[in-house]
């Protein structure tokens, strides 16, 4: 096959190829995308005029919220405009650009989720120094080294795979979804790249392993309170978080260790749909629909005159 790394652009999966149903997905998708955007930022606009709300916890959710909030923004509208325009064109700086920000913010979400299993282990196991643990600095400083974590990790993943040869333009999903574009390879430099996946799946499984082992050491603590309500108290703080965690792993297992070459590409969109825009429309709701202060701060902004107060 002949050599296709000089192309300027690639071919993405459309939705259908029936008009109507294009004009569909992209109203569905508007309104998945919108509800996405506002509950993410009523989050970060709760956490950031509340005081009540300056705390590690909610400091971190909002960082979870804004990584929430660009990794919806770097999928659906561009798969928006494709449906609207008829489209399935992406220029090749665009496709770069995609893969960069998926692996810089999904490697800082998993960073910043990895750092309020700590927050929670600290907060529950030892309450009297928590306060001295995580205080203001260490919170700022925890948070930057989450984000400045995923650059290196997206640079590496465009290193990795965009130095291949490639002998078709035509990805099998609807953003560039790294997986699809090796198919695309005609040489062994995908390996590479593969390695890469590899070593990165090495360092979210440690991640993931330290999260488990700190509520491990949660529940272990939370069982030693004396009353039920205490118990119930220190729960309600992490079982949103847990929950998170669990939707984040239960979906990227889903998609990554599926059998690739048994799946349709109504399949592979499905697959792709969940891991990558179920995360962010969901979180808001798990984070704040039963989260009381959340509901208090919203309701508070809701009202002028609280507003002018609270900032």
Known sequence: MPNLTSRTEFLLLEFSDIRQLQILHFFVFLAVYLT???????????????????????????????????????????????????????????????????????????????????????????????????????????????????????????GGTFTITFCSNMINQFFCEVPQILKL???????????????????????????????????AAVLRIPSVHGQKKALSTCLPHLTVVSFLILSSLFNYMRPQSHTSSNQDLLFAIIYVILPPLLNPFIYGMRNKEIKTALSKLSDLRDFSKTI
């Open 185 to 219: 390879s005609c040489s062994d430099m995908y390996l590479i790249e593969v390695g890469i996946i590899m070593f990165s799946g090495f360092i979210g499984l440690g991640c993931f392993v330290f999260i488990i082992v700190s509520y491990m050491k949660i529940f």
């Open 36 to 158: 996405a955007v506002t509950g993410n930022l009523l989050i970060i606009i709760a956490v950031a005029f509340d005081h009540h709300l300056h705390t590690p916890m909610y400091f971190f959710l909002m960082n979870l919220a804004l990584l929430d909030l660009g990794m919806v923004s770097i999928t659906v509208p561009k798969a928006m405009a494709n449906s609207l325009l008829n489209s399935r064109s992406i220029s090749y700086s665009a496709c770069v650009v995609q893969v960069f920000f998926l692996f810089f913010l999904g490697g800082s979400n998993v960073a910043i989720l990895t750092i309020m299993a700590h927050d929670r282990y600290v907060a529950i196991c030892n309450p009297l120094q928590y306060e001295t643990i995580m205080h203001r600095q260490a919170c700022i400083q925890m948070a930057v080294g989450a984000w400045i974590a995923g650059i290196p990790y997206g640079i590496l993943h465009i």
